[in-house]
């Protein structure tokens, strides 16, 4: 099977003796141990090289299908799944004692290193090596020159002073912000990535315009990326909560205000909110007419207590009013004004309070029930008392079918992980699951949060109708299209017919893996987009993290880089990569770090963040000194001049 990395040999099998054609007799001298393990060496590498053809034989079909562009890769790739089927940390060993390559590097061209050590190995035993290079798809230069050629048609020029592509998701705002756009790409952004989950058509066609007029100003070409939002499981939307606002002064450390809280008070229908205010609540609006500056507007907050808000700002659109204690406000609370000294009091209710998002507070232990449809709900908030849903929080998934799809015991991660839950009842509408992991205080679960299902052989269709719809705007936009939540060859081959349909079979074609089983058949997908004139692989760490298991995820995108480096297909290295300085404007160490990583791959990706521009600077830089002692997985000795 190829995607699991396995084949009809085990380690005793590679022992099988040379054919006559390749064993002369052998010369002695040296040290006799050392003549001993040469010979047991060549015995075993000849048996795996031999697997290795075996294998490339029996892939015929599938090798058939690739483009002739792509069939020295392909060929290189069947021959790396046969040397990582076995174990060879002993022969390594063993070879590494002779001084000799351990075929650590071998990925790129593995036929040409393996012959290189048997070469090596007879001449040490004084026995004859006949050249066998027609028979290896590629050696250590050209490997290097095919991934070169792969990743320029797909990424686009490689960047002048460092070796890695820095791509950059654009936030709702590039748009409508042509200077945003023309920002990312003075700071170094190479390709552009649009999310087609969120935004619309009119959208994206806005972005893509806004990247071109940048990239042409700059002379800079910038590649574009369009993301469909693929078969994506999702919580369903949660009631909303009671509209409660709550103002809350700044104190300091001895519970001295340092800080009013702001309220902006707005007439009823109007959506303007003031930039410098703490909330916004709609009023009456010929009660707002009466405020002018000084004006204090008394009521009693929805606990009871007395407050007072000192109006300090008024004008056409409102009013801000400040307090120093603490108020909750509902849509019952009245404010008043005037009424001292004889005056007539004027009162109006706090009409209009933004809703709060509806979430469930899950601790461990409780019950959520997964349902097909409906309005999510806390525990005990069922229409019915009678009903058992009316004891259990719960919550609908955006793609019912894999209700049918799961197991009893089968683990769920809700919201990137965060809340975890096992399987306990099933029915045909509806799933119980008990949480197993949650913060001691308990997780909040939000509506649109993803749901993982790691445990669970999922079929679901590989493009939604959205996506078909999205396609239209994407071929006449993108330079690559990312098919997201990619399981299986006959996804791409989906893709690639609505790609045909629509004039545009010349796409790049990006798989992002980011499900278990994606990557347990990377190696079939690899090859299924081989059909295609250009493809790349995407290591999407956040939902792959979830799949495979936190503690699994260095192993699995190492995993997936290797794989890669051996097909000479670009990777993108995707996921948090220095997200808490794109979001905060400073890095932890520990991102710093991941990003230097990022170098072995052919492009970096950042999410957006109020500090993007400057994530982009330090992230070129770390790319431009990384790119000086790292090629792939091969360090490279550049003088070190710290200890001159």
């Known amino acids: ?81 046969t040397l990582r089927s076995v174990d060879l940390r002993e022969v390594q060993e ?37 050249d066998k290079s027609h028979e290896e798809p590629a050696g250590s230069t050209s490997s290097r020159e095919l991934l070169k050629q792969h990743t320029l048609q797909l990424l686009g020029q490689t960047p002048a002073k460092r070796p890695v592509r820095i791509m950059v998701t654009l936030p709702s705002a590039a748009a409508d912000d042509a200077n945003m756009v023309r920002d990312l790409v003075d700071a170094g952004m190479d390709i552009a990535r649009i999310n087609c989950a ?61 800080r009013p809280a702001r309220l902006h008070l707005r007439p009823i229908g109007s959506t303007e909110a003031a930039p410098d205010a703490d ?7 010929a009660w707002l007419k009466r405020l002018k500056p000084g004006t204090s507007i008394e009521f009693l907050d929805a606990r009871g207590a007395k407050r007072h808000l000192l109006v300090i700002q008024r004008d056409d659109k409102g009013a801000i009013a400040e307090t120093l204690q603490t108020a909750y406000l509902t849509p019952e609370t009245i404010l008043s004004i005037g009424g001292g ?100 205080g308990g997780e909040k679960l939000g509506g649109d949060k993803g749901i993982n299902l790691p445990d669970s052989q999922l079929n679901l269709p590989a493009l939604s109708d959205k996506d078909i719809n999205d396609l239209t ?27 045909q349909r629509l004039g545009r079979d010349d796409i790049g074609i990006v798989l992002k893996i980011e499900t278990l089983q994606g990557f347990e058949n990377l190696p079939e997908l690899m090859l299924a987009a081989m059909a295609t004139k250009m493809a790349g692989v995407m290591i999407a760490r956040g939902d792959l ?66 500090y993007i521009t400057q994530a982009i600077r330090t992230l070129d830089d770390i790319l431009q000194r990384m790119g000086g002692h790292q090629a792939k997985k091969r360090p490279l000795l550049r003088a070190l001049r710290a200890w001159d």
Not at 14 to 24: G, K, M, N, Q
Not at 200 to 227: C, E, F, G, I, T
Not at 279 to 285: D, L, Y
Not at 554 to 579: F, G, N, R, S
């Open 1 to 81: 099977m190829i995607g699991r990395y396995k084949c009809d040999m085990n380690y005793k099998d590679i022992t099988t003796p040379l054919a006559a054609a390749d064993t002369p007799p052998t010369a002695g001298g040296g040290d006799p141990q050392d003549f001993k393990i040469c010979v047991t060496l060549i015995e075993q590498l000849w048996a795996l090289r031999q697997a290795m053809l075996g294998r490339e034989k029996a892939l015929a079909r599938e090798l058939d299908k690739v483009l002739p562009q792509y069939h020295l890769s392909a060929r290189n790739l069947a021959h790396y799944l």
């Open 94 to 130: 063993q070879l590494a004692r002779l001084g000799l390559s351990s075929l650590g590097r071998s990925e790129s061209h593995v036929l040409a290193s393996l012959d290189k050590v048997l070469g090596l190995l007879h001449r040490l035993t004084g026995q004859l090596w006949h």
């Open 198 to 258: 969120h935004d619309s058509a009119a959208d994206w066609q806005r972005m893509a315009a806004n990247v071109r007029r940048a990239a042409k100003a700059a002379r800079h070409p910038v590649k574009l990326l369009m993301d469909l939002g693929g078969p994506k499981i999702r919580t369903g939307p949660i009631a909303e909560r009671p509209p409660v606002l709550k103002l809350k002064p700044g104190k300091d450390e001895l519970g001295r205000v340092f």
């Open 279 to 285: 909330a916004s609540v709609g009023v009456w609006e």
């Open 341 to 440: 000294g004889g005056k007539k009091k004027h009162t109006t209710l706090v009409c209009q309070i933004d809703g709060q998002p509806g979430t469930l507070l899950l601790h461990v232990g409780d019950l959520l029930r997964l349902t097909r449809d409906g309005l999510g709900q806390a525990a005990g908030l069922g229409d019915d008392a009678d009903e058992a849903s009316a004891d259990l929080a719960q919550v609908a998934v955006t793609l019912p079918q894999v209700i049918d799809q799961v197991k009893v015991g089968h683990r769920v991660w809700f919201d990137d992980g965060r809340i975890g839950g096992v399987i306990r009842h099933k029915s045909a509408d509806w799933l119980d699951i008990e949480i197993t992991q949650a913060r001691p």
């Open 473 to 499: 705007t994407v071929v006449a936009e993108a330079d690559m299209v990312g098919l997201s939540f990619v399981q299986k060859p006959a996804d791409i081959d989906l893709l690639r017919d609505h790609l």
């Open 545 to 610: 993290a979830v799949e495979c298991g936190y503690e699994r995820l260095a192993e699995v995108q190492e995993e997936i880089l290797w794989c890669a480096e051996a097909a000479h297909m670009p990777v993108i290295w995707a996921t948090q990569v220095l997200e808490l300085m794109a979001k905060t404007g400073l890095p932890s160490r520990a991102e710093i770090s991941d990003a230097g990583l990022g170098v072995r791959a052919e492009c970096v990706m950042l999410n957006k963040g109020p």
